[in-house]
Nanobody
Framework: QVQLVESGGGLVQPGGSLRLSCVASGSIFSIYPMGWYRQAPGKERELVARISTRGLTTVADSVKGRFTISRDNAKNTLYLEMNSLKPEDTAVYYC????????WGQGTQVTVSS
């Protein structure tokens, strides 16, 4: 069974940057379109960025121009480069396939605050 482990979160000031990573165990990572999701306190989990098996990407309007998703299938790893972070980006960030078919990992907390 595939396991997802997210890392790279932390506390950052507004305008700062972070790079999140998600490592998937198992050898089937490359067959899934993957996405980064986030869940802020009191809100539903939302998809913020998606990448197809061929590397085509889409991002939510709220992060367009600031977040970049990428993948390295040889390393079974998904990345999210986040720049110009805003307080409203504060959330727990998760990776999963799109649609979300895999067991959820523990996520990584991103807090944007001065």
């Amino acid at each position: 069974q595939v396991q997802l482990v997210e890392s790279g979160g932390g506390l950052v000031q507004p305008g700062g940057s972070l790079r999140l990573s998600c490592v998937a165990s198992g050898s089937i990572f490359s067959i899934y379109p993957m996405g980064w999701y986030r869940q802020a306190p009191g809100k539903e989990r939302e998809l913020v960025a998606r990448i197809s098996t061929r590397g085509l990407t889409t991002v939510a309007d709220s992060v367009k121009g600031r977040f970049t998703i990428s993948r390295d299938n040889a390393k079974n790893t998904l990345y999210l480069e986040m720049n110009s972070l805003k307080p409203e980006d504060t959330a727990v960030y998760y990776c999963n396939s799109d649609p979300s078919l895999l067991p959820w990992g523990q996520g990584t907390q991103v807090t944007v605050s001065s």
